[in-house]
DNA sequence: TTCAATTTGTTCGTATGTATC
DNA sequence: GGATACATACGAACAAATTGA
């Protein structure tokens, strides 16, 4: 029984939708033009569209109009985001967590929060969990990003599921399609890499991650920053190791090149905690740093302080409210999956580990 | 967080409700009476009203008035634990939530984040929000702990509704017979104060915050170890400051004792901040620490770390592992309440700041 | 039973703020 | 910057249900 004009225009929007009168996504007539279309004010066009939207028929971009939902509703909204992270003992994380829960305690969400122990079984174990769990969307730390990701089945499920993710600080290779924030690690390569050039270096060695998307976009920004410069690359001065690698790998590499007589003065490292070992090996066997060899690292980690080591920035509380506010944009369709692609600047951190 | 006048009435509501301040099926103020309470029109009383109707807190019965409807509490067993924390930002942070995570982790269980940035305000939202999501026990580090809790009908509430609950770090004084899992703070100022008196020093100053449980406590350790050592208690000697106070608070208390003219050597600080404050006071007047000067500190921050400052260490892992074990404990009833209460050992760190 | 007061439900008109294109 | 569209808010009016005198 219908008493009231809104009923009846609620009963006429939901007739138009469930015979596909309209597409999903497609935006249906301003608050204005149903107004004078019924014949009613402007509010008793919005008490309909208020409660379509509740219902799940609807959702409302501010500015712009508002459109049909996809039909997967009537889940609850449970305001609890999962973040899942590798470690939470790093001296990044407080600060990159600090500012997702600024963002989101701003929009009345809550953490949830898992630690995969960088495996990726514990990622697969945890994502199960959470699909059984009642979660508005995630933010997620991928795993030894750079092989392919070998569960891509859980994020096609959560896709089927509507809930939306971010990767943060990484990403699956075969996934750049979908939504991410994280550092701009080519940027933060040729940042380096052009300091070590200014500073007079022609003959840069590189150390890089192998398994590791990370580790390849930085080496990306090396080539390219020495191309610029008209350097050659020369591919002789390049120590790739992976994950399983004992920590002796890297320096291992290193040595071979310092011991080959090939004249270099300079190494740009995947990161601190590479420098760090490099000072500390080519310390041991003679070498000043920076006097005879300049080194730098990257993230400006605890370990960059305290060891004085030449850096690139990660904006962490940037990361993370970036991070929350493209999750936020994904949850309630202001920004689609295509556009969710954030590259945040890398910032140079001079300390005296180059000369 | 709150943009409108709408979302302030429904925060007010759901307020009274959840601090238990209206009966179930009680009748609520009318429209009317609450658009003159809140000065506003009817039509944003409707607004409020009606989102809080759609979320079940309240029905309307028409011509009669608004009442307060039968919470429907979520079944048990979410599997999810809260973890309160005054601030994510700090150095000891991570650690104790990592121990927490761990032995959650290890039972199925998931953290449900929540910062109060050590508001008692802050504390009390959390707690309305955590009150209407599903959890089956929280973990909860106070704000500024030695005040009495303003809001305890929170946690009675919680015992009503039997959630348990375990402060850790610290507990309000009125709830010292509820559960915690903290510091022995009197061990340890016991501790850091026996070695000053180790070193040789019998004058011993000492700076200790007021509101403040652990300063409470820290300070008795004090006293107690130099009863041990049959050195008399002088309380010219001690400096008290609150958590209001400006930093400069506690520098001028010592000054004040040092140009007294009193011979003292030695100063206990409540926490490395106030101790790395201290020695850059002192330094400022030409005295060098630790040669004129010995000072300690609390906690074993990353401040203690980057000073040199001798300190006590806070077992920050096991202070999380035993407080999840201890949730854990309390939420299968193989413990009671009265027995969960852990006090941890602290240890000493020797550093460079006392001699 | 009637009636008046009260309270919620629906609708209209208007105004201002703010996000988007 | 201007036009458009949604978001919030105020004021007013009348309808419909309930309550109690």
């Known amino acids: 029984m219908i008493n009231s ?79 899942v992270s590798t470690y939470m003992s790093d001296y990044i994380f407080p600060r990159v967590i600090q500012g997702i829960n600024q963002v989101l305690d701003e929009n009345g ?65 075969a996934m750049m399609d979908r939504p991410y924030v994280m550092i701009d690690d080519v940027e933060g390569g040729m940042l380096i890499t052009e300091h070590l050039i200014k500073l007079g270096h022609r003959n840069i060695a590189g150390i890089f991650k192998a398994d590791d998307t990370q580790g390849i976009l930085r080496h990306k920004g090396y080539v390219k920053a020495l191309a610029a410069a008209g350097i050659p690359y020369d591919p002789d001065l390049v120590v790739w190791y992976h994950t399983k690698d004992k920590t002796m790998k890297p320096m291992e590499g290193l040595l071979r090149i310092l011991e080959s007589g090939r ?38 980690s605890l370990l960059a302080y305290s060891k004085g080591i030449t850096t690139i920035a990660h904006p962490q509380e940037e990361l993370g409210k970036k991070a929350a506010e493209t999750l936020l944009g994904l949850i309630d369709k202001r920004i689609s999956k295509k556009e969710a692609h954030v590259l945040l600047e890398p910032i140079l951190v001079e300390r005296n580990s180059c000369f």
């Not at 740009?268 to 300049?294: F, M, T, W």
């Open 5 to 83: 004009k809104y009923e009846l225009i609620i009963k006429d929007i939901k007739k138009d939708i469930n015979t596909g009168k309209f597409d999903v996504d497609e935006k249906i007539s301003s608050e204005n033009q149903l107004a004078t279309k019924y014949g009613v004010s402007r509010q008793t066009v919005r008490k309909a569209i208020g409660q379509l939207i509740d219902e799940g028929y609807l959702y409302a971009k501010h500015g712009s109009g508002t459109y049909v939902a996809e039909r997967v509703m009537k889940k609850r909204h449970s305001k609890n985001i999962a973040v």
């Open 109 to 173: 969400y809550s953490i949830l929060l898992k630690t995969t122990n960088n495996s990726r079984k514990g990622e697969a174990w945890c994502m199960e969990e959470l699909l059984s769990k009642n979660i508005d969307g995630m933010l997620i730390e991928p795993s030894q990003s750079a092989i392919s990701c070998q569960h891509q089945v859980l994020y096609d499920q959560m896709d089927a599921m509507g809930i939306p993710y971010v990767f943060i600080q990484g990403c699956y290779e």
């Open 263 to 300: 004249p270099c003065h300079a190494v740009v490292c995947y990161n601190d905690e590479i420098a760090a070992d490099v000072i500390k090996g080519l310390q041991n066997i003679g070498r000043s740093v920076p006097h005879d060899i300049s080194v730098t690292g990257f993230d400006n």
